[in-house]
């Protein structure tokens, strides 16, 4: 069986998990899958020697390959098990392939700020309401799993003082919290992110009151992409997950769908509703989701998307424009030498490159969150992603038609064109990847 090593409460564990748990619901994983509790024993007896970090979710291959990542991982069994794909072609479908190559890097590397961010502020102390006894729960599964409940708990709360000083986190922060402040989060710009995630999620609400997925009525890599943040953090930790189903309950509801358990009222993609034949009585089964259980025919792109694909553009692509300048700049300095190692995927500063990536460092830049501005790191992995974007690109734009079709959706928003400059952008700042490690690649 392939195994997939995560943690319920990881944020990129529920996306890989859904993903597979839909190809395997229909046959199309081989032997399957088990999803495997990513202790600390395995992640230093296993997961670290076979990629080089103890980040979950990693996935082991039948045949004994080992994934790290989760685009990586769609990527290696999408190619393996190509039946009912989840990302639509890029040369037939140019604007759905593109949107979900979008919609994944939002989720992955922008939604991931805000909904870390509602993790530990709710966990901090003085917080009323509060979920750290939740969360010290949920940490302690994994860190003493299989002892007593209390015994969990008591591990969590150690772990969450010892690493992260939770009860001087404004103060003092360190681990998760001085992530925060490297993802540029402080007093200043915490309230525009978090405007900026509700905004998105009314998005997301007015979408899913018309289209139960997405594109339609079938899944893609933009809701799984789309689950990383809203599964973990926003639908089950305990605080936000109230607000979601209060204030957002279709969004909610297809949180539910997608992840495919506990979903038979949310109607998940393969289930059925049933009629009753007006003659016979018999059971007349149609699709349970929305648009005949199908994406949206001749590439469409719902209206309804349109403000999702423009937070994109409007909030994260200034961003990433910024950063592959500044890592382009890093890459040609001295202070790199050619095809040598980059700050890696993290929540925070990759310990070697502290002091690069924090303050006023040759790794960080000056950015924008509504009308709030602070400072942040440059992730190289960020970069990488971007890679895969342009790579989609170059197939969605290589016929005369397919670049028409991209060209008129980009020409919807603002600053929309410059991504057809994409590989000219990260001309000098590419990046190669070794299971958890990046790389520069020389030019």
């Known amino acids: 069986m392939y195994r997939l090593f995560s943690w319920e409460h990881s944020y990129f564990s529920g996306k890989a998990r859904a993903y597979l748990r839909w190809k395997q619901h229909f046959g199309d994983l081989g032997p399957g899958f088990e999803d495997v509790l990513a202790t600390p024993e395995l992640a230093l007896g296993l997961l670290i020697p076979k990629s080089g970090t103890p980040a979950v979710p990693q996935l082991e291959a039948p045949d004994g390959t080992w994934v790290q990542d989760t685009s990586e991982i769609i990527d290696f ?33 922008w939604l991931l700020v805000p909904a870390f961010w509602q993790r530990w502020y709710y966990s901090e102390d003085g917080r009323e309401p509060s979920h750290r006894a939740f969360n010290e729960q949920q940490w302690g599964a994994v860190l003493a799993a299989g002892q007593p409940g209390a015994v969990r708990r008591a591990a969590g709360s150690g772990f969450f ?3 992260f000083g939770i009860s001087a986190s404004r103060s003092e922060p360190q681990g998760v919290y001085a992530g925060l402040v490297h993802l540029g989060v402080d007093e200043k710009t915490e ?8 905004r998105l999620l009314r998005h ?22 789309l689950l990383a943040p809203l599964y973990a953090h926003l639908y089950r930790d305990a605080v936000p997950g109230f607000a979601l189903r209060v204030w957002f309950p279709l969004v909610a509801e297809w949180v539910e769908r997608t992840n495919g358990e506990g979903a038979l009222n949310a109607r998940w993609y393969g289930q059925k509703l049933y009629s ?97 501005s602070g400072r942040r790191m440059v992730i190289p992995y960020q970069i990488w992603m971007l890679q895969r974007v342009a790579q989609v690109l170059r197939t969605c734009t290589a016929s005369a038609t397919g670049r028409a079709a991209v060209e008129e959706l980009l020409a ?5 064109a410059e991504l057809l400059a994409l590989d000219d952008l990260l001309a000098g700042c590419r990046i190669r990847k070794e299971g958890g490690r990046l790389f520069s690649v020389p030019s």
Do not use: C, N
């Open 276 to 372: 009753l034949d007006p003659d016979s009585g018999d059971l007349v089964g149609r699709p349970a989701t929305s648009d005949g259980g199908a994406w949206l025919p001749d590439d469409t792109i719902p209206d309804t998307l349109l403000p999702v694909l423009a937070t994109f553009f409007e909030e994260m692509w200034p961003v990433l424009r910024d950063a592959a300048a500044v890592l382009t700049d890093f890459i040609a300095s001295d202070a790199h030498a050619p095809g040598g190692e980059l700050p890696g995927k993290s929540f925070t500063a990759t310990p070697e490159f502290v002091e690069l990536q924090t303050g006023t460092g040759p790794l960080t830049h000056d950015y924008r969150i509504g009308d709030a």
């Open 412 to 416: 919807g928003f603002d600053a929309g």
């Open 161 to 163: 003082e010892a690493a």
């Open 204 to 225: 997301l609400e007015a979408h899913f009151g018309v289209h139960d997925y997405v594109f339609g009525g079938q899944p893609s890599l933009a809701d799984f992409g």
């Open 77 to 109: 069994v999408e190619a393996r098990h190509p039946e009912r794909p989840v990302v639509p072609d890029a040369a037939s479908s140019p604007r759905q392939s593109l949107a979900a190559h979008l919609i994944e890097l939002l989720a992955d590397e």
């Open 191 to 198: 309230l525009a992110w978090q405007a900026s995630q509700h």
